[in-house]
């Protein structure tokens, strides 16, 4: 997928958006939405985007919409060190499959990074149990 791809409305966000598959929810407001990665990288690595803006990628979003998509990612990113308390955080974009972008709606990763432990493989793997990511997910919630 290069970087002019067209919005595909059946991409895994939409959906999760749509509440046609399942997700673990973080946050929401009217324009954003954050959830857990279900392949985490690290504990607490977890996502953010915009519910109603059809952009693939950084690229393709106005800045009213992508000024309230960072906003939502400083606040969640705000209660994932305030919940779990990592050594570091990662907030990450990426653009394009030559990037490594694997999903084809814009979205934040918010990455917690712990001192001595690498970080997972990017989106692969096995899936997380999604009762440990809601024991993650309610930290980070109650930070909030
Ligand atoms: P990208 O590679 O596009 O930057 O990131 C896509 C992310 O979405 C990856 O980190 C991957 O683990 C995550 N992901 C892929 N499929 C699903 C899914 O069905 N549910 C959730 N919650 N995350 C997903």
Known sequence: MSLETTYDA??????????????????E???????????PQSEGHCLVIHKSATATNLFDINTDDLAALIAAVQKVASAVRDGLKPDGLRIIQFNGA????????????????????????????????????ENIAAKIRAAL
Do not use: C, W
Request: glycine share 10%.
């Open 29 to 39: 407001n009217d324009k954003t939405l954050a959830f857990m990665d279900v392949f």
């Open 98 to 133: 030559p990037a490594g972008q694997t999903v084809y709606h814009l979205h934040f990763h918010i990455m917690p990074v712990y001192e001595g432990e690498a970080l997972g493989r990017h989106g692969s793997g096995e899936p997380a149990d999604p009762a440990a990511l």
């Open 10 to 27: 059946d991409n895994i966000f939409a959906k999760i958006i749509r509440g046609e598959i399942p997700s673990v929810k973080l946050y």
